[in-house]
């Protein structure tokens, strides 16, 4: 007996267990004890015919179908996942502008001129020709006005504005038939006759200084002279800049607000 059983664990462990370990491999395992009958697989002893053969277990047809479930619910499982994540790899973008936006808003400021707020209306300022006829502002709506006010004497930083005014709108390219440009002139002299030619296109009216101030904004210690003025083609003043500004970033903020401008 004990020859016959050290020869059944020799097999178990020279012949059994590798066959059984492949098995595990193709995904085939020993079934449980049941009711029904279970198929077998014998296995021949290589001692000769008068020795034990050897019987394995193997899977019932339910349980293979189970197995073939489990698999595939499995893969599923894995597939939606990388769905998933694919999905919210391609969402993060929005789902992030969406977080800045609403939940995070940008303190800083992008453009760099000063919106004027609450907007002012312009269209009210009375103007004059330099003949002294009166000038309404109708005609200028529909159009974007820069504008500048200095007196007709016009010095050094005068002509610097009336030069800056043109080199804008010219550089706006294809937009500039968009643009105005507006001198108002704060008292009763004539401007320069060389300057009506230097900037022919320019448009000169005489504006009250008081009318000016209670339209024109400020900063504390400020003049209107120092500051260069945007008023859109609804008439309203919206956005201010320094006369000696950068003049690059003035006209990225004015070639901004064109392309965003369905009017004007």
Request: net charge positive; charged share 25%; with cysteine.
């Amino acid at each position: 007996m004990r020859s016959v059983d050290g020869q059944r664990k020799r097999l178990r462990r020279v012949f059994i267990r590798p066959i059984v370990l492949q098995m595990r491999r193709l995904g085939v395992e020993p079934a449980q004890s049941g009711g029904q009958a279970e198929p077998l697989i014998r296995v021949a002893s290589p001692l000769g015919a008068d020795r034990p053969t050897v019987r394995i277990r193997m899977m019932t047809a339910a349980q293979s179908s189970n197995a073939a479930v489990g698999t595939t619910d499995r893969r599923r499982r894995i597939q939606r996942l990388k769905l998933l994540a694919i999905l919210l790899v391609c969402a993060a973008p929005v789902i992030a502008s969406y977080l800045m936006y609403y939940v995070i808003p940008p303190s800083g400021r992008t453009n760099f001129g000063t919106l004027i707020e609450p907007q002012r209306a312009a269209t009210g300022l009375p103007l004059r020709t330099l003949e002294g006829a009166e000038q309404p502002f109708k005609p200028l709506l529909g159009q974007w006005v820069i504008v500048h006010a200095d007196s007709a004497l016009c010095a050094r930083a005068c002509v610097d504005k009336l030069y800056a005014l043109r080199q804008h709108r010219t550089m706006t390219g294809k937009d500039r038939d968009r643009i105005e440009r507006l001198w108002l002139i704060t008292d009763a002299a004539q401007p320069a006759q060389v300057l009506s030619t230097d900037y022919a296109g320019t448009l000169m009216y005489r504006a009250d200084p008081a009318a000016l101030a209670a339209l024109l904004p400020v900063e504390p210690g400020r003049r209107i002279e120092d500051y260069l003025y945007l008023i859109d083609p609804m008439g309203n003043l919206m956005m201010r800049f320094p006369a000696d500004g950068e003049p690059a970033r003035i006209r990225k903020d004015i070639s901004r607000l064109l392309r965003a401008s369905r009017v004007g």
